[in-house]
């Protein structure tokens, strides 16, 4: 049987951009992750951008029946460990110690893929693993939020 033939329709949805700089990948039925690509542009634009991201991430999670069953949204990158508050100021819980239930499975997938989603100059940087809950991610970004989490941002 082929991967797509299992009847799984989560298991045709791999990486997906949902602008310029974030995008997400179903990790499985349970957990998206989402991956911000490092820019020059300015700070004041790229966390535009990644609010808008999160934004539509959170329309997928509130409308797509196939996401109905996502438990996490998590992030794992160095950027987080250079900048961990970056991943706190947008509502991330970061995993210092990397003792999420999650967090190993991520690290090692991370360590899978460095060399093709990593620039080569942060190669040396460890990973960190950062998580939100669906229901913290639908408040602070979903279509139900009273704004006041994004206008913290």
Same mark, same amino acid.
Not at 76 to 81: A, K, P, V
Not at 114 to 138: G, K, Q, T
């Given at each position: 049987?082929?991967?797509?033939?299992?009847?799984?329709?989560?298991?045709?949805?791999? /990486?997906?951009?949902?602008?310029?700089?974030? /995008?997400?990948?179903?990790?499985?039925?349970?957990?998206?992750?989402?991956?911000?690509?490092?820019?020059?542009?300015?700070?004041?634009?790229?966390? /535009?951008?990644?609010?808008?991201?999160?934004?539509?991430?959170?329309?997928?999670?509130?409308?797509?029946?196939?996401?109905?069953?996502?438990?996490?949204?998590?992030?794992?990158?160095?950027?987080?460990?250079?900048?961990?508050?970056?991943?706190?100021?947008?509502?991330?819980?970061?995993?210092?110690?990397?003792?999420?239930?999650?967090?190993?499975?991520?690290?090692?997938?991370?360590?899978?893929?460095?060399?093709?989603?990593?620039?080569?100059?942060?190669?040396?940087?460890?990973?960190?693993?950062?998580?939100?809950?669906?229901?913290?991610?639908?408040?602070?970004?979903?279509?139900?939020?009273?704004?006041?989490?994004?206008?913290?941002?």
């Amino acid at each position: 049987m082929k991967e797509n033939e299992s009847g799984n329709p989560l298991e045709k949805i791999k /990486s997906k951009p949902l602008n310029d700089l974030v /995008s997400y990948f179903l990790v499985n039925p349970k957990e998206i992750s989402v991956h911000v690509v490092p820019t020059e542009s300015n700070l004041q634009n790229q966390v /535009s951008l990644i609010r808008e991201g999160f934004v539509q991430l959170a329309q997928i999670l509130e409308t797509d029946p196939r996401f109905s069953e996502v438990e996490a949204v998590t992030a794992t990158s160095w950027i987080g460990m250079e900048h961990p508050n970056s991943l706190r100021y947008f509502g991330f819980e970061v995993d210092e110690n990397q003792e999420h239930p999650l967090a190993k499975r991520a690290l090692q997938r991370y360590s899978l893929r460095r060399v093709v989603n990593v620039p080569r100059e942060y190669w040396d940087i460890e990973p960190m693993f950062a998580f939100m809950s669906r229901e913290d991610f639908l408040v602070r970004y979903g279509s139900q939020s009273d704004g006041q989490s994004q206008r913290n941002l």
